[in-house]
């Protein structure tokens, strides 16, 4: 199986102590592509470094992720721009609004969000959108800046089938992660009725570890375990599973 994870954060410190081993088990289990997203210009260089360290496995985004728009965002706003014209990059992301933790800058997030649309248009690429307790204003920005070249990954997807629904309306897969395996996750319960031709596999790693893993570091390689649960939403093999996510992959990214 070629099995592929559209949302990795492989240059984490929690990967510090054993980042190759971590990535060689993932490898080992069928996992040969790693779409890597941004958080803000202090990781640029790790991740550059990733993609050194694994040219044939590692393919990197770039963007200002939400929770991190403070007071310099415009300054961040630069440096994703900048970076956009000096190397290359499969999508832009993850960018989108989070007001989980905080809203103090949810203006200068949504503002961030749609430069980034903006930019993805520019440079014809994907978004990868992060989305917490922001549907609604997520879909108003979407619904602002949709058209044709407006495409990407609903990234870490915990809504309802509606909201499923949707955001596939905007040209959005669904990204599944470690959520789908949770007793209280919910999203197991109408999956089978979205079309799997929207969806693709994530893990998040280091966050939101599937079960039997859950509440410890997640890694890639437990990709495997959304991989098997999907199988069993759809009735599936999981080689049909990771076939048809895979080619999803390749239709979002164009790689």
């Known amino acids: 199986m070629l099995i592929t994870d559209t949302h990795t954060h492989l240059y984490s410190e929690a990967f510090d102590e054993d980042r190759d081993a971590m990535v060689k088990r993932a490898l080992d289990r ?34 200002l992720h939400p929770t991190h728009v403070k007071e310099n965002y415009e300054a961040e706003l630069a440096h994703v721009t900048d970076m956009l014209e000096r190397h290359q990059f499969y999508a832009i992301g993850e960018i989108g609004i989070d007001l989980y933790w905080d809203k103090t800058f949810f203006e200068q997030q949504r503002e961030a969000f749609v430069a980034q649309i903006r930019l993805a248009k520019k440079h014809k690429l994907p978004i990868v959108i992060h989305c917490r307790e922001a549907f609604d204003e997520i879909a108003e920005v979407l619904e602002q800046e949709k058209d044709d070249s407006l495409h990407g990954i609903f990234h870490c997807f915990t809504g ?96």
């Open 30 to 63: 069928g996992v040969q592509r790693f779409f890597v997203p941004a958080i803000d210009s202090t990781y640029t260089r790790a991740m550059l470094d990733l993609q050194q360290d694994f040219p044939d496995h590692v393919f990197l985004m770039m963007g």
């Open 160 to 255: 309802t089938l509606e909201q499923a629904q949707r955001a596939i309306s905007y040209n959005m897969m669904l990204g599944i992660g470690g959520v789908v395996t949770f007793k209280n996750g919910k999203i197991d319960q109408f999956l089978n009725q979205v079309d799997l031709k929207h969806i693709v596999l994530e893990t998040d790693a280091p966050y939101l570890a599937p079960v039997p893993f859950r509440g410890k570091r997640n890694e890639s390689a437990y990709v495997i375990n959304v991989l098997d649960k999907l199988s069993d939403v759809y009735g599936l093999p999981q080689d049909e599973i990771a076939r048809i996510t895979t080619e999803n992959s390749k239709k979002v990214f164009g790689i």
